[in-house]
């Protein structure tokens, strides 16, 4: 609240001739404007570091919010780092935004609008979303695997070893699995699984890329690795046979 109030003094200290937002003309108040854009003002003024991903060449950034314009319906951010390899980004990419904050997400698509270069390091101007929010992280219903029937899962770890896992729990958008001993020096956060199958039955088989979403060693009751993955593409056909899969499962135990 501190920081809302902060922000409605800075816009209150401007001048009557500076030019009037287009929202605001249409009768949406500074007010309503900055508690739309709140979760953004909140970043800005703790200088939280926020994850950026180009849709394009799905490079994988962090960042700063430097300033939000709200008359030009604007977001300036920070260089990106890394620096942006190969392909630099470039007017008209789409950018997505994602910062997780005590279990939630917020994340939105913008287009970049441009890209200046100062002495120090670029800036990059996106155009404002129409609103954020923080949303629940889980955004498909998640099943637990029983241990009576075990979902073997084959994978090409992102060194490109041979890995076969078993899935601990599964929803339309990933995974957690189980690998026995210690891989945690072939994991990074973000890092690429080039390949990952597995197989209900012989007609429902998945094959995709996926991406590590976090991971962890454990000693006890035996040593063993779980990784947390992100399926990236799997078939629109497939993601529904997957659903449909995982709702006759959770409605099972109702049945019985």
């Known amino acids: ?58 490079q994988r950034f962090q960042s700063m919010i430097l300033s939000i314009d709200l008359a030009s319906g604007s977001i300036e951010l920070d260089e990106l780092f890394p620096t942006p390899q190969g392909q630099q980004l470039c007017p008209g990419d789409l950018l997505t935004f994602k910062h997780h904050n005590g279990g939630q997400l917020l994340t939105f698509t913008t287009p970049l ?26 955004t498909y ?40 001993g210690n891989v945690l020096d072939q994991l990074e956060p973000a890092s690429l699984i080039p390949m990952c199958e597995f197989s209900f039955h012989e007609q ?24 947390s993955i992100e399926f990236l593409d799997v078939a629109p056909q497939q993601k529904m046979q997957l659903q449909q899969f995982i709702t006759e499962i959770q409605k099972q135990p109702q049945a019985a």
């Open 1 to 58: 609240m501190a920081i809302l109030q902060a922000v409605m003094q800075r816009f209150s200290r401007k001048s009557d001739a500076d030019p009037v937002p287009n929202s605001l003309a249409s009768g949406i108040t500074l007010s309503e404007q900055i508690n739309r854009y709140a979760p953004l003002f909140e970043l800005q003024e703790r200088r939280q570091l926020i994850e950026v991903v180009c849709e394009r060449s799905n």
């Open 204 to 227: 429902f088989n998945i094959r995709c890329q996926a991406r590590v979403r976090g991971f962890r060693f454990i000693r006890r009751p035996y040593r063993h690795t779980e990784i």
């Open 113 to 138: 609008e441009s890209v200046m270069q100062t002495l120090d390091a670029p800036i990059y101007t996106l155009l404002l979303p129409d609103a954020v929010a923080y949303r629940q992280r889980r």
């Open 141 to 180: 219903p998640r099943i637990s695997l029983s241990r009576q029937q075990p979902l073997t899962v084959r994978l090409q770890s992102p060194w490109r070893t041979a890995w076969y896992a078993t899935a601990n729990n599964i929803s339309c958008g990933g995974m957690r699995l189980i690998i026995g």
